[in-house]
Structures are given as C-alpha cells and as structure tokens.
C-alpha cells in the first residue's frame, strides 16, 4: 500500500458504495509473525479493516503499533486503536508517527477503559489526553506538524476516527459529542457494542440530524458470543455496556444457547443495517469460529458482496 | 510559583467544587462542575463508560461529573447561555506546567488560553 493515497478503507467509508465492515483482532501474548498470519487470514476476507486494539479492557498485550505494522506489513489494511489511558501526549505522538512509516493510516481515537477494569488496577493512569482531543492532535499530524507545531520531514497519510457510545447516559448528548469528534477531524465512529436497538435508533436519528451521519461513516457494534454467560459478564464487568434482563433470558432459556445468541447477533446487525444513516457493521468475535464469516454471507455484506452491490446500485 | 493568590483561591474553590488547582478554570463551561475531579480528569466527557444508573464507571458510589455537568449546564439557573453554549466546545489539552497556579491570575494574563501552536494552528484553519 502506497503510504501517501487512500486506503480501501477510508475509500469506501467515504464513497458508501456498500456497507463497510470492520471486525476487531484478536489480543496477542505471545506468539510468531505466522501466527498473526493465521488469524488474519481468519478475518480478512469478510471485512474491509481489521482493528487492532490497544490494551483493551486494561490488560496489557502484545502491542497496538506492533500488530498494526505487523498486519501492514503482511499485506492486511489495520486500523490503529489509539486509548489515551497508558501515554502521554509525547508517546502517542511518536506511535502514530512511527506507524505511519510503516504504511498504517486508519487511526481510532479512544479515552479507553479505566485501570480499574483491568487486572492491573495499581497501574497509573494517564489520560494526559482525553479521546476528542486525541481525535484533533492525529489530525494535526495528518497535516505534517506535531501538537507543538514542529513540522515533521513529510506529511503522514492519517485517516482518522473514533468511538462513540450509543447507550451510555446521558443517552441526549452522545450524538453531540459524536459532533465533536467529527468537527475535531474523525470521519469514522465504531460505536461501543449495544443490546438495545431502540437506543441505537434515537442517537442514529440525532447524528442525522446533526450532520455526523454524512460527514462520518457510522459503523454499530455488534458482538459474537458463545451462551448467556459472556452476555451476563458484559453486562456486569464491562464499562459501558448494559444488557436486558429479556435478552440474556432469551439465550439462557433457549434450547441451543450458541444458535441463539448467534441469531440474536444477526438480529442486532440486521436492524442496525437497516437505520438510516448506518455506514456499515464493525464486529467483535468471542465465538472464535467461523461466526464472522457466516454473519458477513447471511447479511451479504463485506469485500465478497462488492458486485453484487454494485449492480444494484 | 508561590504568593497569596492561589492559597485563597484553592480555599475559596475547595470546598464548593473541589477545586484541583489546575490553573486553567473551565468550570463556567461544564456547568459549574470541575472536570478535573473526573478520575480520568477528561475535559471533553463524558467517557464512554458511564454506568446505565449514570454513576462513574472508576467510582460506582459516584454520579458521573460530566453526566452532572451536562445535566446542569442545561438546568442550572442563572447560567448564562453563552456558558451553557461553551459545553459544546472542544477544550484542549490540559497544560500541565499551569498545575498549582491561580487560573485567576491566568485569566486575567490570557495564559490559560495559550494552547499549542499546533493545536493553535488548526484552529485558525477551522
């Protein structure tokens, strides 16, 4: 990939020629460059980028940057999860400039979990920066000037996004400060995963009407899980993420609990789909199977779908 | 930097917004409510952690600061509407060399509106 022209990626969340899909990679400790391979090639046929995460939920793993030259360098389009928990302005800074060399260019900017949810909880935490500000200083850097305003040798090629909770209160003011990431340079929100669709539906409805929707590509969150238990321990354990009684009832009463909440996953992505102003799906896999392949072809969305798409279009 | 000034305004500010001496006020802006007692000390909240009861994700027995700042910066009487407009906006990064200083004082010199050149920079372009 050229460092300097767009990627597939940023392409499509502009163009919206089909719905972009999006699935976050798995954690690493430890391991080979085959088996990043492996598990890429896992994922990389049924979406349009892969994330990687840094740190997620507070526990230390192998590296956002590493991973993110890593699938670059294998030929996989990254996208850099960014959290403002574990550096300072300085380290983040040298990250996004130092992939950037590596032909990283998607950025995803996040405040992150707090210390306290991970199994390090001693831990300082930092946030030095907070994930609006986050969202301008990658900006910043994508115009060839650090937050110092020192020019850096060549401009990195940066595409820049961010996240947004459709389901935390206060539920009225999420779409603004999904405005504010936008007007602070993001032009791609990966929303926390939700169980609650008529809350997706009312912020959707607010970032059309607020201008999120056109000027970023609005990807909702959905998550692969195995029984009833992942659903109760999101619902408890997880910063941000409430799940209804029913629908943890729902798997838990049904007689074929990894069907069911393989159809109530469907379910979810198939109405987020179909909200006006959705740019497509980003998935998370804790099934560890072929779900995201299966979930791409029932929903016919992702890279296989393109002509299809574009006949109809 | 030593002197009177930030004696008395922590002693005036302490314990009506458990004022953190950041030197930067921006409590008109968050509805009289002290973003740096967020214990993400984050400017432009709230996170996306907050709790489905609005309590803090870190602190569970605590209501979220900015679900309380920006249900005041709607609600609070006698709140000019310029202030509660400024909730809306992007306040930048933390200059941590102001830590401990009077933000009065910084007022009034502008230093508290100093951001990096950088930053500065693409505002004038915005």
């Known amino acids: 990939m050229s460092p300097t022209s767009p990627n597939a990626f940023e392409v499509l969340c502009q163009t919206r020629t089909r719905p972009v899909v999006t699935a976050e990679f798995p954690s690493f400790d430890g391991g080979t460059l085959d088996d990043i391979r492996a598990a890429a090639e896992k994922l990389a046929p049924w979406v349009d980028a892969i994330n990687v995460t840094d740190n997620p939920a507070a526990h230390a793993h192998a590296s956002n940057t590493a991973m993110a030259i890593a699938l670059t360098q294998l030929g996989f389009n990254p996208i850099l999860q960014v959290v403002c928990r574990d550096k300072n302005r300085l380290a983040i800074q040298s990250d996004i400039v130092g992939v950037s060399m590596f032909g990283v260019q998607n950025i995803c900017a996040l405040t992150g979990d707090d210390v306290t949810a991970g199994d390090e909880p001693e831990a300082r935490r930092v946030y030095d920066l907070d994930g609006p500000q986050l969202v301008k200083v990658a900006t910043i850097m994508g115009t060839g000037m650090y937050l110092s305003g020192r020019k850096m040798k060549t401009a990195p090629h940066l595409f820049v996004g961010a996240v947004e909770n459709p389901t935390a209160p206060p539920l009225e003011y999420r779409a603004e400060r999904a405005l504010k990431k936008v007007d602070a340079g993001a032009r791609f929100l990966q929303l926390q995963i939700h169980y609650r669709p008529e809350q997706l539906e009312a912020f959707m409805a607010a970032c059309v009407a607020n201008g999120v929707a056109e000027r970023a590509a609005i990807l909702p969150t959905v998550c692969l899980t195995k029984a009833a238990r992942a659903l109760s321990f999101m619902n408890e354990s997880v910063p941000g993420i409430s799940v209804p009684a029913a629908t943890i009832d729902r798997v838990t009463t049904s007689e074929d609990p990894k069907e069911e909440s393989y159809q109530l996953v469907r379910e979810l992505a198939e109405h987020a789909l179909s909200i006006p102003g959705v740019a497509g799906l980003h998935i998370t896999d804790f099934r560890h199977d072929d779900s995201v392949r299966r979930l791409t072809e029932d929903l016919a969305i992702g890279p296989r779908f393109e002509e299809q798409h574009a006949h109809s279009a | ?126």
């Open chain 2, 1 to 126: 930097m030593g002197g009177l000034l930030p004696l008395i305004e922590h002693g005036m500010k302490k314990p009506v917004w458990d004022c953190r001496m950041c030197g930067q006020c921006v409590l008109h802006s968050t509805g009289m409510t002290c973003p740096m007692t967020c214990p993400k000390t984050l400017r432009n909240g709230p996170c996306g952690g907050v709790r489905e009861d609005g309590h803090c994700e870190v602190v569970p027995e605590m209501r979220c600061i900015w679900v309380k700042a920006h249900d005041r910066s709607q609600h609070m009487p006698l709140l000019p509407r310029s202030w509660r407009e400024e909730f809306d906006h992007l306040r930048p990064p933390v200059n941590n060399a102001l830590q401990g200083q009077s933000s009065w004082l910084n007022l009034l010199n502008g230093r508290d509106r100093v951001t990096p050149p950088g930053w500065a920079a693409s505002e004038a372009h915005a």
